[in-house]
């Protein structure tokens, strides 16, 4: 039987912690270990009129994804993102803005319900 | 960048090639993603930040070198297993992104694709080819 090896855990990343600073928390390091997909949302200086289209985007995929029964969380925040997701009827995931890999690790343990691998 | 396909067709889409989803529809899909990134593309350069464009080789969306096209298919998704429709081409976003970056008066970044597709992917041989390309200047 094949197998869809697809994760099924995605997680809506803010700019900030997918740049971080120097001696930062690599979190897509973190989630690629952890075996969560990746979104970046928009760095927060984009110009309203920039950033919203790239919303738009974002909450189209996440609704895709939610109504697929994927995991889906946020990591750090993202203004104007609750209202993009809102207009398409879904609420913002669980979140966090994780200071230590490890926190960030229990969190993703936590909100990782299903299997990572479906036969097709 | 967003995918089209997911956006479109949804995440239980069937393969598709390059004839299959060159609709008006779908171009207009890829318009909107399209303008969207380019805008995105824009504000980075006017603050003086180097762009490149990373797509995804083999896809009918997505491809930079290599595409998927087959004139023939179409009707109930079954297929050889040894059918290739791999061809040399831009996907259909890409050339939609080109010209929106174009109608912008922005140049054309640099551009290479992954190749995790193709079937002589090879993991390492990206990496450094990848790591090379960001290099370059």
Do not use: K
Not at chain 1, 15 to 24: H, I, L, M, R, S
Not at chain 1, 93 to 109: N, Q
Not at chain 2, 115 to 130: N, Q, S
């Amino acid at each position: 039987m094949d197998v869809d090896e697809r994760g099924f855990r995605v997680a809506l990343v803010a700019d900030e912690f997918v740049n971080p600073p120097p001696g930062g928390l690599d979190v897509l390091a973190v989630l690629a270990r952890e075996d969560w997909g990746a979104i970046q949302l928009p760095p927060g200086w984009y110009p309203d009129d920039v950033a919203g289209p790239l919303l738009d985007q974002v909450a189209e995929h996440f609704e895709e994804f939610v109504r697929h029964d994927y995991d889906v969380v946020l990591v750090g925040d993202r203004a104007g993102l609750a209202q993009a997701l809102g207009a398409l009827g879904v609420a913002l995931p669980v979140a966090i803005a994780p200071v230590t890999e490890d926190e960030l690790r229990a969190f993703l343990a936590t909100n990782a319900t299903v299997r990572s691998s479906r036969p097709v | 960048m967003p995918c089209p396909e997911l956006t479109f067709t949804g995440l239980n889409r069937f393969w598709a090639v390059r004839e299959q989803y060159d609709t008006l529809a779908f171009r207009r899909h890829c318009r909107r993603i399209a303008d969207g990134v380019a805008g995105a593309v824009a504000a980075h350069l006017e603050r003086g930040d180097e762009v490149v464009l990373v797509g995804v080789d083999g896809s009918p969306s997505m491809g930079i070198r290599v595409t998927s096209s087959d004139p023939a298919r179409g009707g109930r998704p079954q297929w050889p297993d040894e059918a290739t429709d791999l061809a040399p081409g831009r996907g259909i976003l890409i050339e939609e992104l080109l010209e929106a970056l174009e109608a912008r008066g922005a140049p054309a970044p640099r551009a290479t694709g992954v190749t995790y597709v193709l079937p002589e992917h090879d993991p390492e041989t990206e990496r450094a080819a990848f790591a090379a390309f960001l290099e370059a200047h």
